[in-house]
C-alpha cells in the first residue's frame, strides 16, 4: 500500500472509530489478521483462540507467568495416574444467565473431539468425561497424561443449552466453509462479551460484570481491529487511534521506541515460522517434475534448508527481530536446547551438490503458497526465500493471500509448498511434536499435519512421551524426536519470532510469549 492510501486508511480508520460510541477505559487494539471464527472448538489459529479465550474458558488457565491454576475447576485430585476428579466451581453464570455444570463440561468435550474441530489435541489422551454430579465430572484417560492441565487451558467450555438451542452441538467446519450460528456468536462464561463482530473490519466486546472472578485491569471495553496494513496501523498508532499495537512492522520499532507517547515492550514468542512439504504424494500438483516427488529425497530437502541465508533474513526483514531456527519449537518451549537449535549456514555451493547427486542438477519448477497478513514480514520472507532458491535451480512460484484463505486451503491439502507458523501453546514440545510432525491419524495424533509428514521412529518417540511421567525420560523422548525431525529436514525451519507490542503511554498490559494481550490484565489511564 502506497504511504497516501495508507494514510487515507487510517484517516478513515480514525472515523470510523470516533463515530463509534466511547465506553469508558475502552481498549483499541490492532494486529494485522482478524480471527478466522468464534466457534471455541473449531480452528486451531492463535489470534482466533485468543479472542474466544476472553469469552470462553477452560477447567484450568494459565498465569500471567503461564503457570496452570484453577479455572471453571475449583480444585482437581487425581484418583489414579488414569483417573482426574474435578470439582466445578460453583455459582458460575454463563453470558445469558444460565448456570454452568457438569452437563456443559463433558458436552464441550463431546464437541471438542467431533471431526470438524482443529482443537482436538487438547483433548487428547482423554478417554471420556464422565459426570458425577452437577459440580463434579471425572476424566478417565487412555494412561497417565503428563500434559493433561496445560491442554484443558484450551477446552474451552461451551453451554450445552445455548448450543442445542442455536442448533450447534457440533463445531463449525471452517475448511468446508460452513457457516454456523457459533461461528458468527459467542456465549461463554468468560471476562468478556461479544457485541458485534463484523469480519475484517472490527471486533467489539465489553467486560462482564457478572464474571466470578475479579479483573486485575480497568478495562471495560476492547475493539479488536485486523489492520493489513503496516503503515496504516502504525499511522493510526501516532496518530492516537489505538491504544495497543501488537503486530508491529520491524522497520517502524525504533521509531516508536523514540516517541515520547508510547512506549514498547518486547519478548521472545512461542512461535516458529517455517515451510512445510508435501512428503506424502507421489507427484507434486502443479510442479514442473511428473511421475515422482522431489520432497520425498532428503538430499533436496536439505538443500532447500541450507540455499536459505536465515541470517540475512533477520538482519534485513527483521532488523534483529528474528532467532534462526533449526528445530521446530521456540527457546520458551520445554524441550528446546540451544544445542538442538543451532541454525546451518546459508551454502549455496554444498545445496547445489545436494540438488545435482539427488539428479536435479537443473533445478524444477513448484508452486509456493504463502499468507500475506499473518506473521511478520510473511509475504516478504516468502519473497527472499524465492531468490535465494532461485540460485539452486528451484524456481519458486509464489501466490499469497489472507491467512483465512490459507488456511482452508491448507487444511484441504492444497498446497504441496507453503509457509506455517506454529505456536507451542502448551510450552511443551510434545504439542507440536503430537499435531503437526506426527503420522495423521483419525484423532488427534497428526491432526495439524498437512504436509503428510510420516516418520515411524518420531511417531514412535510421540507415542512414548504422551505417557512418560519420569521428567528426565520425557525430556530425552522429546529432544530426541526434535532432533530426528531437524536432521530427516521433515520441516524448513526459518526462525522463532521475537515480538514488540508498542502501546499509548497510558496504557500497561504483561507482554505475553503467546502474542495474546489479555485485557482482564490491562489497564489504560
Known amino acids: 500500500m502506497k504511504p497516501s492510501t495508507a494514510l487515507a486508511a487510517a484517516l478513515l480508520l480514525a472515523a470510523g472509530l470516533a463515530s463509534q460510541p466511547a465506553a469508558a477505559n475502552t481498549l483499541r487494539w490492532a494486529a494485522q489478521n482478524d480471527i478466522q471464527t468464534l466457534d471455541p472448538h473449531s480452528q486451531n489459529h492463535s489470534a482466533t483462540t485468543t479472542i474466544t479465550g476472553y469469552v470462553y474458558e477452560g477447567l484450568t488457565r494459565y498465569t500471567e507467568t503461564f503457570d496452570v491454576e484453577p479455572a471453571l475447576a475449583a480444585k482437581w485430585t487425581f484418583v489414579t495416574p488414569t483417573q482426574v476428579r474435578f470439582e466445578l466451581r460453583r455459582g458460575v453464570k454463563f453470558h445469558d444467565g444460565t448456570p454452568f455444570t457438569a452437563d456443559d463440561v463433558v458436552f464441550s468435550f463431546q464437541r471438542i473431539r467431533h471431526p470438524a474441530s482443529n482443537m482436538v489435541i487438547y483433548a487428547s489422551g482423554v478417554k471420556e468425561a464422565k459426570k458425577i454430579d452437577d459440580f463434579t465430572v471425572d476424566l478417565l484417560l487412555d494412561g497417565p497424561n503428563p500434559v493433561l492441565l496445560r491442554n484443558l487451558t484450551f477446552v474451552r467450555v461451551v453451554s450445552k443449552a445455548w448450543a442445542q438451542k442455536n442448533k450447534v452441538e457440533n463445531p463449525q467446519d471452517f475448511k468446508a466453509k460452513e457457516d454456523t450460528f457459533a461461528a458468527r456468536n459467542a456465549m461463554g462464561t468468560g471476562p468478556f462479551k461479544v457485541v458485534a463482530w463484523q469480519p475484517d473490519q472490527r471486533l467489539n466486546m ?65 512461535r516458529t515460522i517455517f515451510f512445510a512439504l508435501d512428503l506424502g504424494s507421489d507427484e507434486i500438483k502443479g510442479a514442473s517434475v511428473k511421475g515422482r516427488n522431489p520432497f520425498k529425497d532428503r ?227
Request: hydrophobic share 40%; net charge neutral; with cysteine.
Open 206 to 270: 465489553v467486560a462482564n460484570k457478572d464474571w466470578w472472578d475479579k479483573p486485575k485491569g480497568n478495562i471495560s471495553a476492547v475493539t479488536y481491529l485486523p489492520i493489513k496494513s503496516d503503515a496504516t496501523r502504525v499511522a493510526a498508532l501516532l496518530s492516537g487511534d489505538l491504544d495497543l499495537l501488537t503486530d508491529l512492522p520491524p522497520q517502524d520499532v525504533a521509531k516508536l521506541k523514540a516517541d515520547p507517547r508510547l512506549k514498547v515492550i518486547e519478548g521472545p514468542e512461542n
Open 299 to 525: 538430499r533436496v530437502r536439505e538443500a532447500m534448508s541450507v540455499a536459505i541465508d536465515r541470517e540475512a533474513i533477520k538482519r534485513s526483514l527483521m532488523r534483529g527481530l528474528a532467532i534462526p531456527a533449526a528445530v521446530m519449537v521456540a527457546p520458551v518451549a520445554y524441550g528446546w536446547s540451544q544445542e538442538l537449535d543451532a541454525a546451518p549456514k546459508a551454502d549455496i555451493a554444498r545445496a547445489r551438490l545436494l540438488m545435482a547427486d539427488a539428479g536435479y542438477a537443473d533445478g524444477f519448477e513448484v508452486p509456493l503458497a504463502c499468507p500475506n497478513d499473518r506473521y511478520v514480514n510473511d509475504e516478504e520472507i516468502c519473497q527472499a526465500v524465492v531468490s535465494m532458491w532461485a540460485r539452486i535451480g528451484i524456481k519458486a512460484r509464489l501466490t499469497t493471500q489472507p491467512m483465512t484463505q490459507h488456511s482452508a486451503a491448507l487444511q484441504r491439502y492444497e498446497l504441496p509448498l507453503y509457509l506455517y507458523g506454529w505456536g507451542v501453546t502448551t510450552f511443551d514440545a510434545q504439542y507440536t511434536l503430537q499435531d503437526i510432525v506426527h503420522t495423521k491419524t483419525g484423532g488427534a495424533d497428526g491432526k495439524g499435519n498437512y504436509s503428510r509428514v510420516s516418520d515411524a521412529r518420531v511417531d514412535a518417540l510421540v507415542q512414548q512421551m504422551k505417557v512418560e511421567t519420569d521428567a528426565p525420560k520425557r525430556l530425552a523422548l522429546m529432544q530426541e524426536a526434535l532432533k530426528r525431525t531437524r536432521d530427516e529436514y521433515l520441516f524448513i525451519p526459518i526462525h522463532h519470532q521475537v515480538r514488540p507490542w508498542a502501546m499509548k503511554a497510558g496504557v500497561t498490559i504483561p507482554h505475553s510469549a503467546n502474542d495474546a494481550p489479555q485485557a482482564k490484565w490491562a489497564t489504560v489511564k
